[in-house]
């Protein structure tokens, strides 16, 4: 950790060069033809291996859904697929809007198990627990002797789920490390998905068990750090994610003083390069405003409760900050087949209006990335806001003749 924080945890062994040959075995690719039928063509001519065990992809919601799947279903109805929509998709075309990205994983070094939580809004802590323990259980009898395994959660990004669901499966999987975004919906905020056998599911999630002889690293990195200025929540109502006095006073109006902005200026832009910090067990954790209301209340993307104490956040460079991320997990596991990477859409939002996603795009086109812009992002058992997660796979051992 250092100034904005970054934090890379190792897994497994590093690739070996002397005496063995890296063999590249997932395969990679992106689409940004605009007809949807046409986009999972052109994907399905990227990725499409035998004896895949599983297609990941994560698509634009301004596609024709029932199209996607239709065509999805067709070219790949030998193999697994999950995916979901996103507010930017990341692939080997690097930060693309409106587009499709995805991944195929061969069976002879992944072993996938895939479990749907349907009635999101209504899981209780005890339906999140069994739903965790049946699918371990299930993956376990599955996996074999393959060492290194994870989690993947994609959860609808509309459902105000996040924060119990994401606390309540770490807990359950306390030995497995778990990534995730927040599916989205192009910054409508009405309606995200995730795709499951043959399907787009609303108010859903999906959680991936994959196991792998892969080494495998996760990846977390947030370019804020906590300023002195303290937020305390002193009224909220928090299964609304609204938050109504800070300090004592109108929510809105407030924040505004403290980030040294007029009230009527607060827009998307403004939350985005402020947003607030919070320590969880010693550690900072962004947390990030959706909007003013009409009323002088403020909208979080994260769950909120009356008594929280915030501080302003300052951000420190976004690429800097990426890069020396994305560098430790090179210097960790070698140059990684594949980077499963979830990144805020504030964040894809900023790196616009500096115009670094050029500059993004190729750090992350480096380390072979496939993501997604998310309503918010998944980290050890957190939701959390304005952070890359993510996990690398390095690449399987093989002997050479």
């Given at each position: 950790?250092?100034?904005?924080?970054?934090?890379?945890?190792r897994?497994?062994?590093?690739?070996?060069?002397?005496?063995?040959?890296?063999t590249?075995?997932?395969?990679?690719g992106?689409?940004?033809?605009?007809?949807?039928?046409a986009a999972?063509?052109?994907?399905?001519?990227?990725i499409?291996?035998?004896?895949?065990?599983?297609?990941?992809?994560?698509c634009?919601?301004?596609?024709?859904?029932?199209?996607?799947?239709?065509?999805?279903?067709?070219?790949?109805?030998?193999?697994?697929?999950?995916g979901?929509?996103?507010?930017?998709?990341?692939?080997?075309?690097?930060y693309?809007?409106?587009?499709?990205?995805?991944?195929?994983?061969?069976?002879?070094?992944?072993?996938?198990?895939?479990a749907?939580?349907?009635?999101?809004?209504?899981?209780?802590v005890?339906?999140?627990?069994t739903?965790a323990?049946?699918?371990?259980l299930?993956?376990?009898?599955?996996?074999?002797?393959l060492?290194?395994?994870?989690?993947m959660?994609l959860?609808?990004?509309?459902?105000?789920?996040?924060?119990?669901?994401?606390?309540?499966?770490?807990?359950?999987?306390?030995t497995?490390?778990?990534?995730?975004?927040s599916?989205?919906?192009d910054?409508?905020?009405?309606?995200?998905?995730?795709?499951h056998?043959?399907?787009?599911?609303?108010?859903?999630?999906?959680?991936?068990?994959?196991?792998t002889q892969?080494?495998?690293?996760?990846?977390?990195?947030?370019?804020?750090?906590?300023?002195d200025?303290?937020?305390v929540?002193t009224?909220?109502d928090?299964?609304?994610?609204?938050?109504?006095?800070?300090?004592g006073?109108?929510?809105?109006?407030?924040?505004a003083?403290?980030?040294?902005?007029?009230?009527?200026d607060l827009?998307?832009?403004?939350?985005?390069?402020?947003?607030v910090?919070?320590?969880?067990?010693?550690?900072?954790?962004?947390?990030?405003?959706?909007?003013?209301?009409?009323?002088g209340?403020l909208?979080?993307?994260?769950?909120?409760?009356?008594g929280?104490?915030?501080?302003?956040?300052?951000g420190?460079d976004?690429?800097?900050n990426?890069?020396?991320?994305?560098?430790?997990?090179?210097?960790?596991?070698?140059?990684?087949?594949v980077?499963?990477?979830?990144d805020?859409?504030?964040?894809?939002?900023?790196?616009?209006?500096?115009?670094?996603?050029?500059?993004?795009?190729a750090l992350?086109?480096?380390?072979?990335?496939?993501?997604?812009?998310?309503?918010?992002?998944q980290?050890?058992?957190?939701?959390?806001?304005?952070?890359?997660?993510?996990?690398a796979i390095?690449?399987?051992?093989e002997?050479?003749?």
């Amino acid at each position: 950790f250092g100034d904005g924080k970054f934090l890379v945890v190792r897994v497994g062994r590093a690739p070996v060069i002397g005496g063995f040959q890296l063999t590249r075995c997932v395969k990679l690719g992106q689409s940004t033809l605009s007809d949807p039928e046409a986009a999972v063509r052109d994907l399905h001519q990227q990725i499409s291996q035998p004896n895949a065990s599983l297609v990941i992809f994560f698509c634009s919601s301004r596609y024709d859904l029932a199209i996607l799947a239709n065509t999805i279903n067709q070219l790949f109805s030998d193999t697994p697929v999950i995916g979901c929509t996103t507010a930017g998709e990341i692939g080997p075309e690097g930060y693309c809007d409106h587009s499709i990205s995805g991944a195929s994983f061969p069976a002879d070094h992944f072993v996938a198990s895939v479990a749907r939580l349907d009635s999101l809004k209504l899981a209780e802590v005890g339906r999140l627990q069994t739903f965790a323990h049946s699918l371990v259980l299930r993956h376990e009898n599955q996996k074999g002797e393959l060492p290194n395994t994870f989690a993947m959660l994609l959860i609808d990004g509309v459902s105000q789920r996040e924060d119990a669901v994401t606390r309540t499966l770490f807990n359950s999987l306390p030995t497995i490390p778990i990534v995730g975004g927040s599916t989205g919906d192009d910054l409508v905020f009405e309606d995200t998905w995730v795709f499951h056998q043959g399907q787009f599911h609303t108010n859903s999630a999906l959680m991936l068990l994959m196991s792998t002889q892969c080494s495998i690293a996760l990846v977390k990195s947030q370019h804020f750090v906590a300023t002195d200025q303290r937020l305390v929540i002193t009224a909220a109502d928090p299964e609304r994610r609204l938050v109504t006095e800070i300090n004592g006073l109108p929510a809105a109006a407030e924040y505004a003083r403290l980030t040294g902005v007029d009230v009527d200026d607060l827009n998307l832009m403004r939350f985005a390069a402020s947003p607030v910090v919070v320590m969880i067990e010693g550690k900072e954790y962004v947390r990030s405003i959706r909007q003013a209301n009409p009323d002088g209340s403020l909208s979080f993307y994260c769950a909120i409760e009356a008594g929280l104490v915030f501080r302003v956040a300052r951000g420190v460079d976004l690429i800097e900050n990426l890069r020396l991320s994305l560098e430790s997990v090179r210097q960790s596991l070698g140059s990684p087949q594949v980077l499963l990477a979830f990144d805020c859409v504030l964040r894809k939002l900023e790196m616009g209006q500096n115009d670094d996603t050029a500059r993004a795009s190729a750090l992350t086109q480096a380390c072979n990335t496939l993501g997604f812009n998310s309503y918010g992002e998944q980290f050890g058992g957190v939701h959390v806001n304005q952070t890359f997660t993510g996990l690398a796979i390095g690449y399987p051992e093989e002997a050479q003749p």
